[in-house]
């Protein structure tokens, strides 16, 4: 049997924000959950089943939350089940409740993700529960330097690339952050935390969930709702760490790329895809990701921003929502990166709608930089490349 | 009934005894059952389409535990792959799911979990939701204990039912290797012991394990290459109650009853039944929930009560059956799972033999 079809009929998001003090974790996920099922024109009694994903538990010191948020998700009597890949966790939770759609089982699913980081310490957990750790930016800054090094980047890609995602973000109300005198000179002289890292081209810390309605063709015919259909999906992973490994390219992100390419039929990605969301957590990974998952050739990522190519209006707009360098709250940003690709090809991107968008990928990726996973939405179900 | 695309069946599995203590890393528990799944089907480990593990961070004490976990699977070159933090048993779900789409053909299994490092009671309790049953301190064992209560006051069972439970659990395990603890009991001498949790005593309570679990599953074609007798899944399917233990029963289990439904498990014969007996008392509900009657043969491993390491203990009860039947015991069973203090989550998987 071939997979059954699967399309985005319904996407929540709440405000995220530094501290959402007034929202229990239940109300969090449920302001996201009812604006996705409002989205839908569903209800709770549409949901055959649910995929709930954050990051690691100790963010907010729950263990296993699907269990005291079943009520809240209106999961009670239904299948719900977890995910956790680290901070790819928020798409490959998407990519699993595709995968009970494509199975045939379910007709309807839903899929959350959030995470409250301020009810915790993310620096600590991040750094694998050690205190005094380096934390992410400590992880990658020395491989962004390793990029620069080999591209021969200039140094003001990365504070461009800061400057863009806060202009973007400027468009979006749901953005935690909302930095309108942004400039690449405020970007440069703001404090060096992890070298060439300045804290402007740092993602912020955010509470806040996203949602999302997935069903079948039949249940998108009937509907109503335009759909964003999931056209290929891809999941890859490999060792952390290990002589040889190259790091700035990791092969796993190369695999993934290339896995969700040819199962969409894509060749030429730059092309014949018209936007993305990629998990730029630090500046520099929006070059890195663009020659890491094909969309630029090796050394040629950071000309892309140079150009301009990745700005809304560009040639291949790249995190028109503002992605995570505007609002990171962890478990959640892999699913908001793949929740804005098909809000893109449904034509409900509003202020930050890319014009007759049809094809776009979400993205994101975990761990020292060595899980993956990658959706490719598109606005027909068969589109013509 | 739920309507299958593909037939998807058992090829191989694994797993530790349960460890009172093991004294090395999660990771050295799991990689010999992968290395011993690969090697009974006798494929290079890098044909495995998929790959997905279940484990819990907060058994293991440190956040991102489980990406270490893939130093026991492989991850080179890259591998497709996932992970749950809830039992094996969950990841069997998905990867059973996964092979519905019929473009993959084989999924890699496992779950496993460490309790012997720390309190496993006081991890449990951060289940409980953080604004009212987390700061009481409502561990699972606290509401194993409503439960039981809740049987006796309803007429439903005896503390002496209970103690059958155990007594029936340890004389199993006798014969199970990979029991941490058999034997043979009297259920007065164990009427005679403590409460350690009003009306729970210490053996209606599991021990504290580590342990891991794998198997390897295959869509039909690919099973009957890979091997001579798989085991058929023919159902599964998991539902959640509310995590309120006062919005509901604790006598029944509905989820249960959904569940069975769902995987048709009265559409033949249940021979045997490896169901995820935590405390005893929730054996009673089970098997009234399961309509289960004299004709079933449960927990001939010994079940949790003699073995129980989290994470690890719901998949093992599906290789716990997957072997009756090989065994011959039976020729189609259930297995159960369950998440959440008391019963809150469940999974049912029926399996049956190679006709």
């Not at chain 1, 969409?264 to 500046?283: K, W």
């Not at chain 2, 164990?190 to 891991?212: H, N």
């Not at chain 2, 099973?223 to 509310?242: K, M, T």
């Not at chain 2, 490896?274 to 008392?281: A, D, G, M, N």
Request: aromatic share 6%.
């Amino acid at each position: 049997m071939a997979p059954r079809p699967c399309a985005v009929l319904g996407i929540g998001q709440t405000k995220y924000k530094r501290r959402r003090d007034e929202l229990t974790l239940d109300g969090l996920v449920r302001e996201a959950v009812l604006r996705a099922l409002e989205d839908a024109g569903a209800t709770f009694e549409d949901i055959d089943a649910i995929v709930i994903g954050k990051a690691p538990d100790a963010l907010e010191g729950v263990m296993m939350p699907l269990l005291s948020l079943a009520d809240a998700l209106g999961a009670v009597g239904k299948p719900i089940h977890r995910v956790h890949t680290a901070g790819s966790v928020g798409a490959s939770t998407a990519i699993s409740a595709v995968n009970l759609v494509e199975s045939g089982m379910y007709d309807t699913v839903l899929t959350v993700a959030y995470e409250k980081q301020s009810e915790g310490n993310a620096t600590w957990a991040l750094s694998g529960g050690k205190s005094g750790g380096q934390g992410a930016g400590g992880t990658f800054a020395p491989w962004i330097r390793n990029y620069i090094a080999r591209s021969k980047a200039p140094e003001h890609i990365g504070w461009m690339v800061a400057v863009k995602d806060r202009l973007n973000a400027l468009k979006n109300e749901y953005a935690h952050l909302h930095l309108p005198d942004i400039s690449i000179e405020k970007v440069r002289e703001s404090p060096m935390l992890w070298d060439p890292l300045h804290f402007l081209e740092s993602c912020p810390s955010s509470d806040g969930a996203a949602a999302m309605v997935l069903g079948n063709d039949d249940v998108a015919r009937k509907s109503g709702r335009p759909p964003a259909w999931v056209i290929s999906h891809a999941k890859r992973t490999e060792f952390g760490q290990f002589p040889g490994r190259d790091t700035v390219r990791p092969r796993a992100g190369v695999e993934c790329s290339e896995v969700l390419y040819r199962k969409a039929g894509i060749t030429n990605p730059r092309e014949q895809i018209d936007c993305a969301e990629l998990y730029v957590p630090f500046s520099w990974y929006e070059p890195m990701w663009l020659e890491g998952h094909l969309i630029a050739p090796e050394g040629e990522g950071w000309k892309m921003t140079d150009d301009g190519d990745t700005e809304l209006g560009g040639s291949f707009p790249v995190n028109m929502s503002g992605g995570v360098l505007s609002s990171n709250p962890i478990g959640a940003s892999g699913m908001i990166r793949c929740l804005e690709a098909a809000s893109q090809v449904r034509g409900t991107a509003g202020e930050y709608q890319v014009p007759g968008a049809r094809i776009a990928i979400g993205h994101a990726y975990g761990g020292a930089a060595q899980y993956y996973a990658m959706w490719m939405v598109s606005s027909e179900l068969n589109p013509e490349l | 009934m739920v309507s299958l695309a593909e037939d998807v069946a058992i090829v191989a599995f694994e797993q530790t005894p349960s460890h009172a203590r093991f004294n090395d890393s999660e990771q050295a528990m799991i990689m010999p059952c992968v290395n011993s799944v690969i090697e009974q089907v006798g494929m290079d480990r890098h044909d495995i389409d998929f790959t997905i593990a279940g484990s819990c961070d907060y058994l293991s004490g440190m956040p991102f535990a489980f990406v270490m976990n893939i130093d026991a699977v492989g991850a080179w070159p890259p591998v497709y792959e996932s992970h749950v933090e809830m039992d094996g048993a969950w990841a069997l779900f998905e990867g059973f799911v996964r092979l519905q789409s019929g473009d993959i053909d084989t999924v890699l299994v496992s779950g496993s979990g460490k309790c012997s490092p720390g309190s496993y009671r006081e991890a449990f309790s951060l289940q409980t939701d953080p604004y009212v049953h987390a700061p009481l301190g409502l561990d699972p064992r606290t509401q194993a204990g409503f439960q039981a209560q809740a049987l006796i006051a309803a007429g439903k069972a005896t503390e002496r039912d209970f103690a059958e439970v155990v007594v029936r659990s340890h004389a199993n395990a006798k014969n199970n290797p990979y029991a941490q603890l058999s034997g043979d009991l009297s259920v007065d001498e164990l009427l005679a012991e403590p409460y350690v949790q009003q009306p729970l005593r210490r053996l209606d309570c599991p021990p504290t394990s580590d342990g891991a679990a794998a198997m390897v599953i295959a869509r039909a074609d690919k099973a009957r290459e890979l091997c001579d007798n798989p085991v058929w899944i023919r159902g599964i399917d998991h539902r959640i109650e509310s995590h309120h233990p006062t919005l509901r029963d604790l006598t029944d289990s509905p989820s249960v009853r959904i569940a069975a439904e769902r995987v048709g498990l009265h559409d033949g014969p249940v021979d045997v039944a490896e169901l995820t007996v935590t405390y005893s008392p929730e054996e009673i509900v089970l098997r009234d929930s399961l309509s289960l009657n004299g004709d079933t043969d449960v927990n001939l491993s010994g079940g949790p009560l003699t073995g129980s390491p989290f994470m690890a203990v719901g998949l093992t009860r599906v290789i716990e059956l997957a072997r009756s039947i090989r065994n011959g015991r039976g020729r189609r069973g259930v297995a159960h799972a369950s998440s959440g203090p008391a019963l809150q989550q469940n999974l049912l998987c029926v399996l049956e033999g190679d006709s």
